[in-house]
């Protein structure tokens, strides 16, 4: 009779194991997340710049707002800016980093949206060393022969190439690349005479530092942001495009400019 009663203590204390496990295990499941591995580089300001240990910036906020409403984990890895691009293999990895949309990079990746069509190739200059034309612009004939900090791998980079090699406003010019804006700007007067960057991060560069001067380059067209996501990733890109399509009818990368346009710390 005590036997009886033994196993089926046991077998109950079995079936309390067994329910325990199931238990911990599916909230095990729930808390495990998939990734979104965001690809950034973090010296562009206002778009992603680190503040203390973290890197922030509208991209950041927008990786933030895409992370949320697909209910994934996000991971943000800051690299080299020309690695980006021809870095994203994964399904669960997105380029955000300011990325203009040029028919050579959708060879490579697939694009969203554009969610930042107001920026064009500006020049960071000692105070006073250029003089802007009528329209508050520099020509690029002023330019010529000078040696031009450019991030390497941008399309500020690729102007200032291609144009060099076909003779055109920055005839005579020679690019110097460096790892970011920031580092080039830091070079003024040392290792180059001016540096070619984005509009917004050329402003926010020149705004911290008393020294510098930013203004627009002559004879350039505009360029638009977009996120870049793995070639043939319709799901994703299309879930990216409609995130973005709502955050822009929101107004909230307007917002989110606007509290990220001091971004540099001093
Ligand atoms: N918009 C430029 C490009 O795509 C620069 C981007 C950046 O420096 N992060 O090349």
Not at 90 to 109: K, S
Not at 127 to 154: C, H, R, S, Y
Not at 182 to 207: E, H, N, P
Request: glycine share 8%; charged share 25%; with cysteine.
């Amino acid at each position: 009779f005590l036997e009886v009663i033994m196993k089926k203590i046991l077998v109950i204390l079995l079936i309390i194991v067994f329910a325990c496990s199931l238990f911990v295990l599916s909230a095990c499941e729930k808390d495990k997340k998939t990734v979104l591995y965001v690809y950034t580089e973090s010296g562009f300001p206002p778009f992603e710049y680190s503040k203390g240990d973290e890197i922030v910036g509208v991209d950041i906020e927008i990786a933030k707002a895409i992370a949320k409403e697909l209910g994934m984990e996000l991971v943000v890895r800051d690299v080299m800016f020309d690695s980006i691009v021809s870095g994203i293999n994964e399904d669960n990895a997105i380029g955000l980093a300011g990325i203009t949309i040029t028919p050579d990079r959708e060879q490579a990746v697939d694009f969203s949206i554009p969610y930042f069509g107001d920026a064009i190739q500006y020049v960071i200059y000692p105070k006073g060393a250029l003089e802007l034309n009528d329209e508050l612009m520099i020509e690029g004939d002023l330019l010529k022969n000078k040696v031009l900090g450019v991030q390497t791998g941008t399309t500020g980079d690729n102007i200032v190439q291609v144009e060099v090699k076909e003779g055109g406003l920055f005839a005579g010019a020679t690019a110097k690349g460096y790892d970011n804006a920031l580092i080039a700007a830091d070079d003024i007067g040392s290792g180059c005479d001016y540096v070619v960057i984005d509009r917004l991060t050329a402003l926010q560069i020149a705004a911290a530092n008393n020294n510098l001067e930013a203004s627009q380059i002559a004879g350039l067209d505009a360029e638009s942001y977009g996120i870049a996501v793995k070639k043939g990733n319709k799901v994703l890109l299309n879930a990216i495009n409609w995130i973005l399509h709502n955050l822009l009818e929101e107004g909230k990368i307007d917002q989110w400019l606007e509290e990220h346009s001091e971004s540099i710390e001093e």
